[in-house]
């Protein structure tokens, strides 16, 4: 890394020992984040975060989904019950 670049941009007065690789900014040793192995500030690194975790994805079965699952299961039940009655009849 580029030792003694100047100083921190968060902390005027610390020297800045590395650069931000997302806003290139100078950053000193404790603003310095190592994730991924890679140098980011830590309102960066926060974003990266974010970015990771991405939209929530929303998994909970909604009551049109149950209703969807009980007649399917219905409709299924109903045709067991007609192949035996016919099965039976023959
Ligand atoms: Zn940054
Ligand atoms: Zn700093």
Do not use: D
Request: charged residues 20%; proline residues 2%; glycine residues 12%.
């Amino acid at each position: 890394m580029i030792q003694g670049s100047g100083r921190c941009h968060y902390h005027p007065e610390r020297t800045g020992l590395g650069i931000c690789v997302e806003c290139r900014r100078v950053i000193c040793r404790e603003c310095t984040t190592q994730f991924e192995g890679i140098n980011r500030c830590a309102s960066c690194l926060g974003k990266r975060l974010q970015a990771l975790e991405g939209p929530a994805e929303r998994r909970e079965w909604s009551v049109g989904n149950v209703m969807l699952a009980l007649i399917g299961a219905a409709v299924v039940y109903g045709f067991v019950l007609l192949f035996a009655q016919v099965a039976s009849e023959l």
